[in-house]
Protein backbone atom coordinates (compact mmCIF):
# COMPACT_ATOMS: atom_id res chain seq x y z
CA UNK A 1 0.00 0.00 0.00
CA UNK A 2 1.26 3.60 -0.87
CA UNK A 3 0.31 6.87 1.21
CA UNK A 4 0.33 10.24 -0.87
CA UNK A 5 2.43 12.84 0.58
CA UNK A 6 1.44 16.30 -1.10
CA UNK A 7 4.03 19.07 -1.14
CA UNK A 8 3.99 22.80 -1.95
CA UNK A 9 6.84 24.77 -1.80
CA UNK A 10 5.21 28.32 -0.78
CA UNK A 11 8.42 29.96 -2.09
CA UNK A 12 8.20 28.98 -5.47
CA UNK A 13 4.09 28.87 -6.07
CA UNK A 14 2.79 31.92 -7.91
CA UNK A 15 -0.75 30.94 -8.65
CA UNK A 16 -1.79 33.93 -9.87
CA UNK A 17 0.41 34.18 -12.33
CA UNK A 18 -0.75 30.67 -13.69
CA UNK A 19 -4.88 30.93 -12.85
CA UNK A 20 -4.41 28.34 -10.72
CA UNK A 21 -3.72 25.55 -13.14
CA UNK A 22 -2.79 23.14 -10.45
CA UNK A 23 -6.63 23.44 -9.63
CA UNK A 24 -8.32 23.93 -13.31
CA UNK A 25 -6.60 20.55 -14.21
CA UNK A 26 -7.29 18.49 -10.85
CA UNK A 27 -9.72 15.70 -12.27
CA UNK A 28 -11.42 15.55 -8.68
CA UNK A 29 -11.42 18.74 -7.83
CA UNK A 30 -15.23 19.54 -9.04
CA UNK A 31 -16.17 16.56 -6.89
CA UNK A 32 -13.45 15.14 -4.20
CA UNK A 33 -12.13 18.34 -3.53
CA UNK A 34 -8.51 17.61 -3.66
CA UNK A 35 -7.38 20.56 -4.29
CA UNK A 36 -8.52 24.24 -3.22
CA UNK A 37 -7.67 27.51 -2.12
CA UNK A 38 -7.86 28.22 1.92
CA UNK A 39 -8.70 31.13 3.50
CA UNK A 40 -6.12 31.60 5.84
CA UNK A 41 -3.87 34.08 6.46
CA UNK A 42 -0.45 32.47 6.62
CA UNK A 43 -1.06 31.05 2.93
CA UNK A 44 -1.95 34.01 1.48
CA UNK A 45 -4.19 32.57 -0.88
CA UNK A 46 -2.11 29.85 -2.39
CA UNK A 47 -3.58 26.25 -3.35
CA UNK A 48 -3.96 23.43 -0.63
CA UNK A 49 -3.51 19.69 -1.68
CA UNK A 50 -6.00 17.40 0.37
CA UNK A 51 -4.30 14.23 0.88
CA UNK A 52 -6.91 11.84 1.62
CA UNK A 53 -8.90 13.04 -1.69
CA UNK A 54 -5.74 13.14 -3.99
CA UNK A 55 -5.56 10.26 -6.37
CA UNK A 56 -1.52 10.86 -7.42
CA UNK A 57 -2.48 11.54 -10.80
CA UNK A 58 0.51 13.95 -10.95
CA UNK A 59 -1.62 16.22 -13.08
CA UNK A 60 -0.89 19.40 -11.20
CA UNK A 61 2.49 18.89 -10.87
CA UNK A 62 2.68 18.33 -14.84
CA UNK A 63 0.50 21.60 -15.01
CA UNK A 64 2.78 23.85 -12.73
CA UNK A 65 5.23 25.85 -14.72
CA UNK A 66 7.34 26.52 -11.77
CA UNK A 67 7.91 23.53 -10.38
CA UNK A 68 6.05 24.16 -6.92
CA UNK A 69 3.85 20.56 -6.69
CA UNK A 70 5.12 17.23 -5.41
CA UNK A 71 3.17 14.43 -5.02
CA UNK A 72 5.30 11.42 -3.26
CA UNK A 73 3.85 8.07 -2.46
CA UNK A 74 5.38 6.35 0.57
CA UNK A 75 4.69 3.17 2.13
CA UNK A 76 1.61 3.17 4.16
CA UNK A 77 3.49 1.26 6.87
CA UNK A 78 6.16 4.67 6.88
CA UNK A 79 2.80 6.45 8.11
CA UNK A 80 3.10 4.96 11.70
CA UNK A 81 6.95 6.04 11.85
CA UNK A 82 5.97 9.94 11.28
CA UNK A 83 7.49 12.06 14.03
CA UNK A 84 6.79 15.69 12.62
CA UNK A 85 5.34 18.28 9.84
CA UNK A 86 4.99 21.84 9.19
CA UNK A 87 2.12 22.62 8.17
CA UNK A 88 -0.13 21.66 5.34
CA UNK A 89 1.68 20.11 2.24
CA UNK A 90 4.89 20.96 3.79
CA UNK A 91 7.75 19.19 4.96
CA UNK A 92 7.64 15.59 6.67
CA UNK A 93 10.06 13.81 9.26
CA UNK A 94 10.06 10.12 9.78
CA UNK A 95 11.85 8.34 12.45
CA UNK A 96 14.42 9.99 14.62
CA UNK A 97 18.35 9.42 15.53
CA UNK A 98 18.67 7.41 18.59
CA UNK A 99 20.93 9.17 21.37
CA UNK A 100 23.63 6.70 23.34
CA UNK A 101 25.11 7.41 26.44
CA UNK A 102 28.49 8.10 26.43
CA UNK A 103 28.92 7.92 22.86
CA UNK A 104 28.31 10.40 20.19
CA UNK A 105 26.10 9.70 17.28
CA UNK A 106 26.79 11.00 14.34
CA UNK A 107 24.56 12.46 11.64
CA UNK A 108 24.47 12.75 7.85
CA UNK A 109 22.63 13.58 5.09
CA UNK A 110 21.48 15.76 2.25
CA UNK A 111 20.66 19.61 3.04
CA UNK A 112 16.73 19.72 3.90
CA UNK A 113 16.57 16.32 4.85
CA UNK A 114 15.91 16.99 8.48
CA UNK A 115 18.95 16.88 10.11
CA UNK A 116 18.46 20.18 11.58
CA UNK A 117 14.55 19.29 12.54
CA UNK A 118 15.68 15.97 14.07
CA UNK A 119 18.59 17.58 16.86
CA UNK A 120 15.71 20.42 17.76
CA UNK A 121 13.37 17.89 18.41
CA UNK A 122 15.93 15.75 20.73
CA UNK A 123 17.04 19.28 22.41
CA UNK A 124 13.38 20.04 23.19
CA UNK A 125 13.51 23.31 21.18
CA UNK A 126 10.37 21.64 18.98
CA UNK A 127 7.82 19.06 20.52
CA UNK A 128 6.82 16.89 17.60
CA UNK A 129 3.39 16.89 16.82
CA UNK A 130 3.59 12.74 15.12
CA UNK A 131 2.93 13.89 11.74
CA UNK A 132 -0.11 16.58 11.88
CA UNK A 133 0.22 20.04 11.51
CA UNK A 134 -2.89 21.01 13.37
CA UNK A 135 -2.30 18.51 16.56
CA UNK A 136 -0.64 19.38 19.62
CA UNK A 137 -0.19 16.11 21.37
CA UNK A 138 1.18 16.13 25.18
CA UNK A 139 3.79 14.37 25.96
CA UNK A 140 2.28 10.89 27.33
CA UNK A 141 1.25 10.90 23.67
CA UNK A 142 4.28 11.72 22.41
CA UNK A 143 6.25 8.84 24.63
CA UNK A 144 3.58 6.18 23.96
CA UNK A 145 4.22 6.63 20.26
CA UNK A 146 7.80 5.75 21.27
CA UNK A 147 7.16 2.47 23.56
CA UNK A 148 9.60 0.07 23.50
CA UNK A 149 12.54 1.87 22.12
CA UNK A 150 15.33 3.71 23.56
CA UNK A 151 13.63 7.02 22.56
CA UNK A 152 10.80 6.23 25.25
CA UNK A 153 13.41 6.57 27.80
CA UNK A 154 14.93 9.60 26.40
CA UNK A 155 11.18 11.50 25.99
CA UNK A 156 10.35 10.41 29.38
CA UNK A 157 13.42 11.87 30.90
CA UNK A 158 13.34 15.48 28.16
CA UNK A 159 9.71 15.87 29.50
CA UNK A 160 10.39 15.74 32.87
CA UNK A 161 12.81 18.01 32.54
CA UNK A 162 15.49 15.68 33.90
CA UNK A 163 18.12 15.67 30.66
CA UNK A 164 19.50 19.53 30.27
CA UNK A 165 20.09 20.49 26.98
CA UNK A 166 23.30 22.27 25.07
CA UNK A 167 22.83 22.68 21.51
CA UNK A 168 25.56 24.54 19.52
CA UNK A 169 23.55 25.82 16.55
CA UNK A 170 24.41 25.47 12.73
CA UNK A 171 24.18 29.12 11.72
CA UNK A 172 27.42 30.85 13.98
CA UNK A 173 27.10 34.08 11.68
CA UNK A 174 23.84 35.14 13.12
CA UNK A 175 25.06 34.81 16.51
CA UNK A 176 26.36 38.66 16.78
CA UNK A 177 22.73 40.33 15.34
CA UNK A 178 21.48 38.82 18.50
CA UNK A 179 24.08 38.79 21.50
CA UNK A 180 26.10 41.72 22.87
CA UNK A 181 29.85 41.83 24.13
CA UNK A 182 33.40 40.75 24.70
CA UNK A 183 34.61 36.98 24.04
CA UNK A 184 35.61 36.87 27.83
CA UNK A 185 32.44 38.00 28.76
CA UNK A 186 29.68 35.70 26.60
CA UNK A 187 31.81 32.73 27.96
CA UNK A 188 31.55 33.66 31.28
CA UNK A 189 28.20 34.05 31.12
CA UNK A 190 27.64 30.47 29.74
CA UNK A 191 30.70 28.98 32.27
CA UNK A 192 28.66 26.92 34.30
CA UNK A 193 31.29 23.99 35.07
CA UNK A 194 33.63 26.42 35.48
CA UNK A 195 36.18 25.08 32.82
CA UNK A 196 35.71 27.93 30.28
CA UNK A 197 38.73 28.89 30.32
CA UNK A 198 40.69 25.62 29.78
CA UNK A 199 37.95 25.44 26.78
CA UNK A 200 39.53 28.95 25.45
CA UNK A 201 43.05 27.69 25.51
CA UNK A 202 42.33 24.70 23.84
CA UNK A 203 40.86 26.61 21.14
CA UNK A 204 43.16 29.69 21.22
CA UNK A 205 40.41 31.81 21.89
CA UNK A 206 42.41 33.26 25.23
CA UNK A 207 44.29 35.42 22.70
CA UNK A 208 40.70 36.79 22.22
CA UNK A 209 39.26 37.27 25.33
CA UNK A 210 38.76 40.94 24.81
CA UNK A 211 37.86 41.13 21.71
CA UNK A 212 34.57 42.38 20.67
CA UNK A 213 32.07 39.66 19.22
CA UNK A 214 31.33 42.25 16.21
CA UNK A 215 35.06 41.85 14.97
CA UNK A 216 35.52 38.04 15.05
CA UNK A 217 36.00 35.92 12.17
CA UNK A 218 33.48 32.73 11.26
CA UNK A 219 36.06 30.33 12.50
CA UNK A 220 36.61 32.47 15.43
CA UNK A 221 32.75 33.10 16.41
CA UNK A 222 32.36 28.96 15.60
CA UNK A 223 35.04 28.07 18.10
CA UNK A 224 32.82 30.40 20.78
CA UNK A 225 30.14 28.68 20.34
CA UNK A 226 31.74 24.88 20.81
CA UNK A 227 33.93 26.84 24.17
CA UNK A 228 29.99 27.97 25.22
CA UNK A 229 28.13 24.65 24.46
CA UNK A 230 31.03 22.65 26.31
CA UNK A 231 30.73 24.95 29.16
CA UNK A 232 27.03 24.28 30.11
CA UNK A 233 26.40 21.58 32.31
CA UNK A 234 23.89 19.57 30.19
CA UNK A 235 23.14 15.82 29.56
CA UNK A 236 22.93 16.18 25.96
CA UNK A 237 25.25 18.06 23.84
CA UNK A 238 24.46 18.54 20.36
CA UNK A 239 27.00 20.60 17.40
CA UNK A 240 25.13 21.05 14.48
CA UNK A 241 28.34 21.35 11.79
CA UNK A 242 30.45 21.72 13.96
CA UNK A 243 33.84 22.09 11.42
CA UNK A 244 32.28 24.93 9.11
CA UNK A 245 34.59 27.76 8.50
CA UNK A 246 37.36 26.16 10.34
CA UNK A 247 40.64 24.67 8.38
CA UNK A 248 41.79 21.47 8.64
CA UNK A 249 44.13 22.17 11.77
CA UNK A 250 40.98 23.56 13.78
CA UNK A 251 38.81 20.89 13.07
CA UNK A 252 40.71 18.51 14.34
CA UNK A 253 41.54 20.38 17.15
CA UNK A 254 37.74 21.08 17.95
CA UNK A 255 36.98 16.93 17.36
CA UNK A 256 39.84 16.15 20.14
CA UNK A 257 38.39 18.40 22.22
CA UNK A 258 34.86 17.01 21.59
CA UNK A 259 35.70 13.75 22.09
CA UNK A 260 37.67 14.34 24.84
CA UNK A 261 34.08 15.98 26.72
CA UNK A 262 32.02 12.33 25.92
CA UNK A 263 32.24 10.65 29.45
CA UNK A 264 29.56 9.13 31.65
CA UNK A 265 26.30 9.13 30.78
CA UNK A 266 26.34 12.25 28.98
CA UNK A 267 25.14 11.84 24.99
CA UNK A 268 26.41 13.73 21.99
CA UNK A 269 24.69 14.35 18.41
CA UNK A 270 26.39 15.21 15.66
CA UNK A 271 25.73 16.39 12.32
CA UNK A 272 28.44 16.98 10.07
CA UNK A 273 29.19 16.79 6.27
CA UNK A 274 32.95 16.65 6.66
CA UNK A 275 33.17 12.93 6.58
CA UNK A 276 36.69 12.72 7.73
CA UNK A 277 35.34 14.94 11.03
CA UNK A 278 32.66 12.96 11.37
CA UNK A 279 34.33 9.59 10.79
CA UNK A 280 36.96 10.62 13.36
CA UNK A 281 34.15 11.93 16.16
CA UNK A 282 31.53 8.99 15.78
CA UNK A 283 30.94 6.08 17.85
CA UNK A 284 27.67 5.43 15.55
CA UNK A 285 25.59 7.25 12.96
CA UNK A 286 22.05 7.85 11.36
CA UNK A 287 21.44 8.49 7.71
CA UNK A 288 19.03 11.03 7.02
CA UNK A 289 17.67 10.28 3.24
CA UNK A 290 14.05 11.62 1.22
CA UNK A 291 13.07 14.25 -0.68
CA UNK A 292 14.76 17.96 0.12
CA UNK A 293 12.65 20.00 1.10
CA UNK A 294 9.58 17.45 1.07
CA UNK A 295 10.30 14.51 3.33
CA UNK A 296 13.24 13.29 5.89
CA UNK A 297 13.98 9.44 6.91
CA UNK A 298 15.65 8.67 9.78
CA UNK A 299 18.21 5.54 8.96
CA UNK A 300 18.72 2.66 11.45
CA UNK A 301 21.99 3.11 13.16
CA UNK A 302 24.83 1.82 11.81
CA UNK A 303 28.72 1.13 12.49
CA UNK A 304 30.17 4.33 11.66
CA UNK A 305 32.60 3.07 9.03
CA UNK A 306 29.83 0.72 7.51
CA UNK A 307 27.54 3.87 7.51
CA UNK A 308 29.56 5.90 5.68
CA UNK A 309 30.50 3.69 3.13
CA UNK A 310 26.95 2.37 2.75
CA UNK A 311 25.97 6.48 2.12
CA UNK A 312 29.16 6.57 -0.09
CA UNK A 313 27.83 3.43 -2.00
CA UNK A 314 24.54 4.95 -2.33
CA UNK A 315 23.02 1.63 -0.93
CA UNK A 316 21.68 0.87 2.52
CA UNK A 317 21.37 -3.06 3.19
CA UNK A 318 19.27 -2.36 6.59
CA UNK A 319 16.91 -0.63 4.84
CA UNK A 320 16.92 -2.26 1.46
CA UNK A 321 17.38 1.42 0.22
CA UNK A 322 19.06 2.51 -2.61
CA UNK A 323 19.93 6.19 -2.50
CA UNK A 324 21.64 7.34 -5.84
CA UNK A 325 22.31 5.13 -8.72
CA UNK A 326 26.12 5.13 -8.62
CA UNK A 327 28.52 4.72 -5.86
CA UNK A 328 31.23 7.20 -5.08
CA UNK A 329 34.57 5.63 -5.22
CA UNK A 330 37.98 7.42 -4.86
CA UNK A 331 41.19 7.37 -7.10
CA UNK A 332 44.23 5.97 -5.61
CA UNK A 333 46.84 8.90 -4.84
CA UNK A 334 49.44 8.91 -6.75
CA UNK A 335 53.10 7.75 -5.66
CA UNK A 336 55.80 10.01 -4.31
CA UNK A 337 57.18 11.68 -6.91
CA UNK A 338 54.94 10.34 -9.67
CA UNK A 339 54.48 12.70 -12.70
CA UNK A 340 51.14 12.89 -14.18
CA UNK A 341 51.22 11.18 -17.41
CA UNK A 342 51.56 13.02 -20.73
CA UNK A 343 50.70 16.26 -19.24
CA UNK A 344 53.01 18.27 -20.78
CA UNK A 345 51.23 16.94 -24.44
CA UNK A 346 48.44 18.41 -23.31
CA UNK A 347 49.94 21.86 -22.83
CA UNK A 348 50.60 24.85 -20.21
CA UNK A 349 48.25 27.47 -19.27
CA UNK A 350 49.84 28.90 -16.48
CA UNK A 351 53.14 29.32 -14.65
CA UNK A 352 54.58 31.40 -12.20
CA UNK A 353 58.56 32.69 -11.35
CA UNK A 354 59.21 32.37 -6.97
CA UNK A 355 56.89 35.45 -5.83
CA UNK A 356 56.28 37.29 -2.90
CA UNK A 357 52.78 39.34 -2.20
CA UNK A 358 52.73 41.95 0.90
CA UNK A 359 49.33 42.71 2.04
CA UNK A 360 49.61 45.30 4.49
CA UNK A 361 51.37 43.46 7.40
CA UNK A 362 51.45 40.34 5.91
CA UNK A 363 54.19 38.63 3.39
CA UNK A 364 53.00 35.65 1.05
CA UNK A 365 55.99 33.75 -0.65
CA UNK A 366 55.56 31.14 -3.67
CA UNK A 367 57.89 28.77 -5.26
CA UNK A 368 57.67 28.70 -8.83
CA UNK A 369 55.10 26.37 -10.15
CA UNK A 370 53.22 25.63 -13.16
CA UNK A 371 49.48 24.04 -14.39
CA UNK A 372 48.98 21.82 -17.23
CA UNK A 373 45.66 21.46 -19.06
CA UNK A 374 43.14 19.30 -17.65
CA UNK A 375 44.87 19.29 -14.49
CA UNK A 376 43.18 20.27 -11.24
CA UNK A 377 45.46 21.45 -8.38
CA UNK A 378 44.02 21.65 -4.31
CA UNK A 379 45.29 24.31 -2.07
CA UNK A 380 45.46 23.25 1.51
CA UNK A 381 46.75 25.49 4.24
CA UNK A 382 45.42 27.08 7.48
CA UNK A 383 42.79 29.94 8.28
CA UNK A 384 45.03 33.43 7.54
CA UNK A 385 47.85 31.68 5.62
CA UNK A 386 47.66 33.37 2.08
CA UNK A 387 45.35 30.68 0.28
CA UNK A 388 42.75 33.23 -1.07
CA UNK A 389 46.02 35.78 -1.99
CA UNK A 390 47.73 33.10 -3.82
CA UNK A 391 44.62 32.67 -6.07
CA UNK A 392 44.10 36.33 -6.33
CA UNK A 393 47.76 36.68 -7.15
CA UNK A 394 46.77 33.88 -10.15
CA UNK A 395 43.70 35.46 -11.10
CA UNK A 396 45.62 38.96 -11.91
CA UNK A 397 43.69 40.73 -9.07
CA UNK A 398 47.27 41.39 -6.94
CA UNK A 399 50.44 42.18 -8.30
CA UNK A 400 53.40 40.06 -7.26
CA UNK A 401 55.95 42.72 -5.22
CA UNK A 402 58.55 40.15 -7.15
CA UNK A 403 57.95 37.77 -9.76
CA UNK A 404 55.96 37.13 -12.28
CA UNK A 405 52.89 34.43 -13.44
CA UNK A 406 52.56 33.96 -17.17
CA UNK A 407 50.85 32.55 -19.74
CA UNK A 408 51.60 30.81 -22.90
CA UNK A 409 49.22 32.37 -25.43
CA UNK A 410 45.70 34.63 -23.64
CA UNK A 411 44.38 32.90 -20.87
CA UNK A 412 40.78 33.21 -19.79
CA UNK A 413 40.31 32.92 -15.90
CA UNK A 414 37.09 32.27 -14.09
CA UNK A 415 37.05 33.17 -10.43
CA UNK A 416 34.44 31.83 -7.64
CA UNK A 417 35.70 33.88 -4.52
CA UNK A 418 35.42 32.59 -0.99
CA UNK A 419 32.52 34.90 0.50
CA UNK A 420 29.99 35.30 -1.48
CA UNK A 421 27.35 38.59 -1.32
CA UNK A 422 24.22 39.38 -2.80
CA UNK A 423 25.76 42.59 -4.37
CA UNK A 424 27.84 39.40 -6.88
CA UNK A 425 25.08 39.00 -8.90
CA UNK A 426 22.82 40.98 -11.21
CA UNK A 427 19.73 41.94 -10.11
CA UNK A 428 17.74 39.16 -11.59
CA UNK A 429 16.02 35.91 -11.25
CA UNK A 430 18.36 33.01 -10.91
CA UNK A 431 17.70 31.51 -14.14
CA UNK A 432 18.73 34.57 -16.17
CA UNK A 433 21.97 35.21 -14.16
CA UNK A 434 22.57 31.34 -15.55
CA UNK A 435 21.49 32.07 -18.89
CA UNK A 436 24.41 35.19 -18.91
CA UNK A 437 26.78 32.76 -17.90
CA UNK A 438 26.38 30.08 -20.27
CA UNK A 439 22.93 30.02 -22.66
CA UNK A 440 23.73 26.34 -22.52
CA UNK A 441 23.43 26.19 -18.52
CA UNK A 442 19.70 26.15 -18.81
CA UNK A 443 18.79 24.19 -21.60
CA UNK A 444 17.42 20.96 -20.16
CA UNK A 445 18.81 18.35 -22.25
CA UNK A 446 22.53 19.46 -21.83
CA UNK A 447 24.77 17.85 -19.72
CA UNK A 448 25.69 21.28 -17.80
CA UNK A 449 22.11 21.58 -16.57
CA UNK A 450 21.76 18.03 -15.87
CA UNK A 451 24.97 17.35 -14.04
CA UNK A 452 25.29 20.95 -12.26
CA UNK A 453 22.45 22.79 -12.29
CA UNK A 454 20.24 20.06 -11.61
CA UNK A 455 21.88 18.05 -9.07
CA UNK A 456 22.27 21.34 -6.96
CA UNK A 457 18.70 21.66 -7.46
CA UNK A 458 18.87 25.10 -9.15
CA UNK A 459 16.11 24.69 -11.03
CA UNK A 460 13.51 25.24 -8.31
CA UNK A 461 15.31 28.65 -7.77
CA UNK A 462 14.66 29.19 -11.54
CA UNK A 463 12.33 32.58 -10.72
CA UNK A 464 13.62 33.64 -7.34
CA UNK A 465 15.85 36.87 -7.32
CA UNK A 466 19.10 35.84 -7.02
CA UNK A 467 19.67 38.33 -4.23
CA UNK A 468 17.06 37.28 -2.04
CA UNK A 469 18.59 33.67 -1.71
CA UNK A 470 19.82 32.14 1.52
CA UNK A 471 23.49 31.81 1.63
CA UNK A 472 24.10 28.18 0.83
CA UNK A 473 21.63 28.96 -1.98
CA UNK A 474 23.78 31.84 -2.74
CA UNK A 475 27.07 29.66 -3.09
CA UNK A 476 25.72 27.21 -5.20
CA UNK A 477 24.64 29.67 -8.06
CA UNK A 478 28.09 31.43 -7.55
CA UNK A 479 29.63 27.64 -8.35
CA UNK A 480 27.40 27.21 -11.21
CA UNK A 481 28.26 30.29 -12.56
CA UNK A 482 31.65 29.99 -12.01
CA UNK A 483 31.90 26.40 -13.43
CA UNK A 484 28.98 27.33 -16.49
CA UNK A 485 31.73 30.06 -18.00
CA UNK A 486 33.94 28.76 -20.69
CA UNK A 487 37.17 28.95 -19.65
CA UNK A 488 40.68 28.03 -19.93
CA UNK A 489 41.62 28.26 -16.16
CA UNK A 490 39.14 27.81 -12.79
CA UNK A 491 39.90 29.15 -9.37
CA UNK A 492 37.90 27.79 -6.77
CA UNK A 493 38.01 29.28 -3.37
CA UNK A 494 36.23 27.23 -0.54
CA UNK A 495 32.97 25.88 -2.81
CA UNK A 496 32.45 23.10 -0.10
CA UNK A 497 30.79 26.12 2.40
CA UNK A 498 26.96 25.66 2.94
CA UNK A 499 26.91 22.54 1.01
CA UNK A 500 25.66 18.66 1.88
CA UNK A 501 28.44 15.73 0.64
CA UNK A 502 26.23 14.58 -1.82
CA UNK A 503 26.73 18.47 -3.50
CA UNK A 504 30.50 18.49 -2.60
CA UNK A 505 31.32 15.28 -4.65
CA UNK A 506 28.69 16.76 -7.19
CA UNK A 507 30.68 19.55 -7.23
CA UNK A 508 34.15 18.03 -7.44
CA UNK A 509 32.74 15.70 -10.00
CA UNK A 510 31.69 18.36 -12.41
CA UNK A 511 35.29 20.78 -11.86
CA UNK A 512 36.94 17.13 -12.74
CA UNK A 513 34.76 16.54 -15.93
CA UNK A 514 34.84 20.16 -17.04
CA UNK A 515 38.70 20.19 -16.97
CA UNK A 516 39.41 17.11 -18.95
CA UNK A 517 36.73 17.93 -21.31
CA UNK A 518 37.14 21.59 -21.93
CA UNK A 519 40.89 20.95 -21.82
CA UNK A 520 41.21 23.53 -18.74
CA UNK A 521 42.83 23.78 -15.59
CA UNK A 522 41.63 24.56 -11.84
CA UNK A 523 43.06 25.55 -8.55
CA UNK A 524 40.50 24.56 -5.47
CA UNK A 525 40.92 25.96 -2.23
CA UNK A 526 39.32 23.48 0.00
CA UNK A 527 39.41 22.36 3.53
CA UNK A 528 37.86 19.18 3.09
CA UNK A 529 40.65 16.60 3.10
CA UNK A 530 38.42 13.85 1.88
CA UNK A 531 37.01 16.50 -1.40
CA UNK A 532 40.86 17.25 -2.05
CA UNK A 533 41.77 14.14 -2.29
CA UNK A 534 38.72 12.97 -4.52
CA UNK A 535 39.49 15.98 -6.83
CA UNK A 536 43.10 16.89 -6.90
CA UNK A 537 46.21 15.87 -9.19
CA UNK A 538 48.35 18.11 -7.20
CA UNK A 539 48.70 19.77 -4.12
CA UNK A 540 49.88 23.09 -3.24
CA UNK A 541 50.40 23.85 0.47
CA UNK A 542 50.74 26.82 2.14
CA UNK A 543 52.15 26.87 5.89
CA UNK A 544 53.70 29.67 8.45
CA UNK A 545 52.57 31.77 10.73
CA UNK A 546 48.45 32.96 10.07
CA UNK A 547 48.16 36.77 9.61
CA UNK A 548 51.66 37.38 9.18
CA UNK A 549 53.29 34.98 6.64
CA UNK A 550 52.83 32.58 4.26
CA UNK A 551 54.91 30.04 2.17
CA UNK A 552 53.57 28.14 -0.72
CA UNK A 553 55.23 25.66 -1.65
CA UNK A 554 55.90 23.89 -5.57
CA UNK A 555 52.61 21.92 -6.92
CA UNK A 556 53.30 18.13 -5.54
CA UNK A 557 51.72 14.97 -5.79
CA UNK A 558 48.66 14.35 -3.57
CA UNK A 559 50.84 11.86 -0.99
CA UNK A 560 53.41 14.60 -1.06
CA UNK A 561 51.98 17.21 -0.33
CA UNK A 562 49.22 15.98 2.05
CA UNK A 563 52.19 14.18 4.27
CA UNK A 564 53.71 17.45 4.41
CA UNK A 565 50.26 18.99 5.67
CA UNK A 566 49.37 16.55 8.19
CA UNK A 567 53.30 16.36 9.42
CA UNK A 568 52.66 19.62 10.10
CA UNK A 569 49.28 18.94 11.99
CA UNK A 570 50.47 15.97 13.62
CA UNK A 571 47.58 13.76 11.90
CA UNK A 572 47.79 10.41 10.40
CA UNK A 573 45.32 9.25 7.45
CA UNK A 574 44.60 5.78 6.33
CA UNK A 575 42.68 4.48 3.59
CA UNK A 576 39.47 2.91 3.57
CA UNK A 577 39.92 -0.19 2.04
CA UNK A 578 36.52 -0.60 0.95
CA UNK A 579 35.60 2.79 -0.65
CA UNK A 580 39.12 4.11 -1.06
CA UNK A 581 38.42 7.49 1.00
CA UNK A 582 40.82 8.89 3.54
CA UNK A 583 39.83 8.29 7.32
CA UNK A 584 41.81 9.93 10.24
CA UNK A 585 43.32 7.54 12.51
CA UNK A 586 42.79 7.80 16.38
CA UNK A 587 45.62 9.93 18.10
CA UNK A 588 47.75 7.22 19.66
CA UNK A 589 46.29 4.12 18.01
CA UNK A 590 48.33 1.08 16.27
CA UNK A 591 47.89 2.82 12.75
CA UNK A 592 48.64 6.46 14.34
CA UNK A 593 52.13 5.68 16.21
CA UNK A 594 53.36 3.22 12.84
CA UNK A 595 52.74 5.40 10.48
CA UNK A 596 54.34 8.63 12.35
CA UNK A 597 57.35 6.20 13.03
CA UNK A 598 57.71 5.72 9.31
CA UNK A 599 56.90 9.31 8.67
CA UNK A 600 53.84 8.50 6.31
CA UNK A 601 51.13 10.75 7.47
CA UNK A 602 49.27 10.11 4.63
CA UNK A 603 50.13 6.47 4.18
CA UNK A 604 48.65 4.29 1.41
CA UNK A 605 48.21 0.65 1.81
Not at 524 to 543: A, N
Not at 557 to 562: D, K, N, T, V
Amino acid sequence: MKVRLAVIDYETCKPRKCSYECINVCPVNKTGKAIAIEARPELKGQPVIYEDACIGCALCVKACPFDAVFIVNLPTELEEDAVHRYGMNSFKLYRLPVPKPGQIVGIIGRNGTGKTTAIRILAGELKPNLGDPGAEPDWSEVIRRFRGSELQTYFQKLSSKSLKPAHKIQYVDLVPRYVKGTVGSLLSRADERGVAKDLAGELGLDKLWDRDIRYLSGGELQKLLIAATLSKEADIYIFDEPSSYLDVRERMRVARLIRSEVKGNRYFLVVEHDLAVLDYLSDIVHIIYGDPGVYGIVSKPYGVRTGINAFLDGYLPAENMRLRKEAIIFRKAYEAGEAIEGRESRGRYLAWTGLEVAMGDFTLTVEEGEVWSGEVIGIVGPNGIGKTTLIRTIAGQVKPRRGVVYTEGEVSISYKPQYISPEMFPDAAVGDVLRMANPEAVVPGSWLYQELVKKMRLDRLWDRSARKLSGGEMQKLAIAVALSREADVYLLDEPSAYLDVEERLGVARIIRRLTETRGAAAFVVEHDVMLQDFISDRLIVVLGEPGFRGHAYRPMSLREGMNIFLRELGVTFRRDKQSGRPRVNKEGSYLDRMQKSRDQYYYVE
